[in-house]
């Protein structure tokens, strides 16, 4: 089992603060690059403008996601330990460790194990959802059982 909670809050919140500098440096740099090109008008100029200004929309979008993330991850109580799988819990399955928080994929813990923080809208999370120890459910075909929840 996954010993600690807190260790895997604090990975799960470094991962977004980690995408939050890189989406905000790449807005930085698009920034720059677009205030330093400000004075060319040619055609090739203006092709770039676009490209740099949608890449700036995207990396905005990323970091708006990244965001609203972090903030899910702050409603999270560290604490808190629940029989049934909700938002917040630590599940172990006989494949897997997943935690229900946000969509930041595997997270590698000190101890070797690996986790996976996943979002309520997960279609895996409807399948647990509610469950708890000794339960089953099937996602993609197989079956699954839920050995531990906290």
């Known amino acids: 089992m996954v010993a600690n909670k807190a260790e895997l809050f604090n990975k799960c919140l470094d991962t977004v603060n980690r995408q939050i500098d890189k989406y905000q440096n ?20 203006d092709d ?4 740099l200004l949608g890449d700036f929309e995207k990396y905005a979008e990323y970091l708006d996601n990244s965001r609203k993330m972090k903030e899910k991850l702050s409603k999270i109580d560290r604490n808190h330990y629940t029989e049934a799988v909700d938002f917040g819990s630590v599940i172990e399955t006989n494949d897997n460790y997943y935690f229900i928080s ?4 595997k997270i590698d813990m000190e101890d070797g194990t690996s986790v996976y923080a996943i979002s309520t809208d997960a279609p895996i999370f409807s399948e647990m ?3 708890k120890a000794g339960d089953k ?9 839920i050995k531990e929840v906290h």
Do not use: P, V
């Not at 807005?27 to 004075?39: G, H, L």
């Not at 770039?48 to 490209?51: R, T, V």
């Not at 946000?102 to 994929?105: D, I, M, P, V, Y």
């Open 26 to 45: 790449e807005m930085d740099q698009i920034k720059q690059s677009m205030e330093n090109n400000d004075a060319h008008t040619d055609y090739d100029e």
């Open 48 to 51: 770039s403008k676009g490209q």
């Open 102 to 105: 946000a969509a930041l994929g």
């Open 129 to 131: 959802k509610g469950k």
């Open 137 to 145: 459910f099937s996602f993609n075909g197989k079956e699954q059982e």
